[in-house]
């Protein structure tokens, strides 16, 4: 059984709307990220938090909003979509100890047309 | 500039044959290591870390660590047709929790 959900697995979005990528991990961890994959860069930080609190994000833009409503959920809201965003977004977990392995889920591929 | 770089782009090896993947730090406050392992349609999977100077074996996997150089390699032997995946390279910094990932290594075992 996959102890990170995510989301839908595959979402296609039109430029301008507003999507929500959905995480929850059952493997007890305090800590959860979000990274994307894109052909053009590789697996890329987007945001870490640590229970329920923003712990660092590398994401320039603020259409980007991470929303913790539960220790084991992260998801993410994307607003105003661009055709750039289009990529495949990881959450994953860690247990929040530094520098310990984080585990993925199997991601949500979003194409904006 | 990218804090991790890695090399190969593109590897294949035989199956039983060995498969050396390479990776360095640009930065010198990214010392501690991990190697991830993705196949197709699935999520990053962590296979070794390694935080000290020197080798590290895990089965068939190897890593070895220069921390003068920031060079990190994972060599592994007897690779089999299911070790084909993509192998990222990731750094960390001291007391952080984020990973910096490398573009990846393609390996192909060719059976």
């Known amino acids: 059984d996959p102890k990170i959900i995510q989301k839908p697995k595959y979402l296609v979005a039109v430029t301008g709307s507003e999507k929500i990528l959905i995480c929850e991990q059952y493997?007890?961890?305090?800590?959860m990220y979000w990274y994307r994959q894109s052909a053009k860069k590789p697996l890329e930080f987007m945001f870490s938090y640590s229970y329920q609190k923003l712990m660092d994000n590398q994401t320039a833009s603020s259409r980007f909003q991470p929303q913790s409503s539960k220790k084991n959920h992260l998801d993410l809201q994307i607003t105003a979509l661009k055709p750039d965003d289009s990529a495949t977004y990881f959450c994953a977990s860690s247990t929040g100890v530094s520098n310990e392995r984080l585990f993925f889920g199997h991601g949500t591929k979003l194409s904006v047309l | 500039q990218q804090k991790v770089q890695q090399s190969p782009e593109s590897l294949s090896v035989p199956e039983g044959g060995m498969a050396s993947l390479n990776c360095t730090s640009s930065?010198?406050?990214?010392?501690y290591f991990w190697w991830y392992r993705q196949h197709s349609g699935e999520g990053p999977k962590a296979l070794m870390?390694?935080?000290?100077?020197g080798d590290k074996k895990e089965g068939r996997f190897t890593a070895h660590l220069n921390k003068a150089s920031l060079h990190v390699s994972l060599h592994i032997r007897d690779s089999q047709p299911s070790d084909s995946a993509l192998y990222f390279c990731?750094?960390?910094?001291?007391?952080?929790?984020?990973?910096?990932f490398g573009k990846g290594t393609s390996l192909t075992v060719i059976p």
């Open positions: 930065d010198r406050n990214f010392q």
């Open positions: 870390s390694i935080f000290s100077d």
């Open positions: 990731a750094a960390s910094n001291t007391g952080y929790q984020n990973f910096y």
């Open positions: 493997l007890g961890h305090n800590a």
